[in-house]
Structure formats: C-alpha cells, structure tokens
C-alpha cells in the first residue's frame, strides 16, 4: 500500500477497477483545510485520461512494476512491435500504451514497465526528447511575424510539429516527447 506521499510522475496504481499511470501530480496545501494531491491518470488499457483528487494521507493502492529496456521494431495498424534488448523476445502493444506513438522512431530503445505479477506490459517510457528529420515544411516568409513565429513541420514518423520559420526541410530537431513539442535545431 502506498500513500499521497508517495505519488510520483510514472507511478502505477490500481483505482476504480482498473491500473492507472500517474501522469502528472500537484500537492496542494491551502491556506485553510486540509492538503490535498491533485493528478491527471491515464488508464494503461483504454489510454483514458482522468482527472482525480486524493486527500492527504489516503491510501493507494499500487502496482509492483518492473522495467525493461526495448527496441521498437515496426506499427502494424494500432499495435507496435518491441523486441527486448536483452533476451530478443517480441511484444505486441495496443496504441493506448504509448503516450506519443507518433514521435516513435523505428530502432529506438524505449523503457516498458510490466506488470511483475501477470507479466503484461503496462505502458511505455520514451526518452525525454527525440532527434527526428523534417521531412516537409513551408518555407518561412519574412516579414509577417510579431514574435515567436511558428510553421507546422512533418517529421520523419508522420507527425506534426510546430517549429520557428528558420527550419527548412531536411533540418534535424529535437522534440520533446512529453508534449511533442520543438526545443532546439540539431547541428550534424
């Protein structure tokens, strides 16, 4: 049994007869009453993203978790495809697992957490921050911006990502896999 205190970012917790993924967490202390844990939870089987409130002091119930490090191989419609780095088993994961499949590169190592008493996996970690290649963009025109001016971009795995107009097609970026959003252009 864990407890508000324990609440973290990634943590698994069985509520409301289904596993949760804590996805984002505030603890808020008011001037008067009592604290209290403000989270966002995603369900690992449906990918439905909940807003809950948990008084000071309550009690969770958690899920013993393991992590495992993979490498995503191919998407075959609503599932991808992961191969374990150290043993080179195959899974099969349902979209819902992944927070942003579409900034999922083929080839990249990925953190799986699973369940450690049925063995199912329950959801993917990415890297804090991917490098991907614009693939299409409109050129930037000069002159029509006020400040932080932005273009959508195709990058390399289909998605859409908003970058400053100096971006060309054919430019290397980071993106931030947590909101998919740009952060730096990538020198070679």
Do not use: W
């Not at 509520?15 to 001037?31: A, Q, R, S």
């Not at 989270?39 to 958690?62: C, E, M, P, R």
């Not at 329950?122 to 921050?129: G, K, N």
């Amino acid at each position: 049994m864990a407890t508000t205190s324990d609440i973290r970012n990634g943590l698994c917790i069985r509520y409301n007869h289904d596993i949760y993924k804590v996805v984002e967490f505030l603890h808020v202390k008011p001037g008067k009453g009592p604290a209290f844990v403000r989270t966002k939870l995603k369900s690992v089987t449906s990918g439905k993203v909940i807003d809950n409130t948990f008084s000071a002091g309550h009690k969770l119930d958690d899920v013993r978790v393991e992590t495992h490090k993979f490498q995503y191989l191919y998407p075959e419609g609503d599932l991808y495809h992961f191969m374990n780095v150290e043993d080179y088993n195959q899974i099969t994961l349902n979209v819902n697992a992944l927070d942003n499949p579409g900034l999922l590169k083929e080839g990249e190592v990925v953190t799986v957490l699973i369940n450690s008493e049925d063995n199912m996996p329950l959801s993917v970690d990415m890297p804090a921050s991917v490098v991907l290649e614009v693939t299409a963009t409109e050129p930037g025109v000069k002159g029509n911006t006020a400040t932080n001016a932005t273009k959508p971009a195709t990058v390399e795995t289909g998605a859409t990502v908003n970058v400053p107009l100096f971006i060309n097609e054919g430019d290397k970026i980071k993106v931030e896999t947590d909101k998919g959003t740009y952060k730096e252009r990538v020198k070679e």
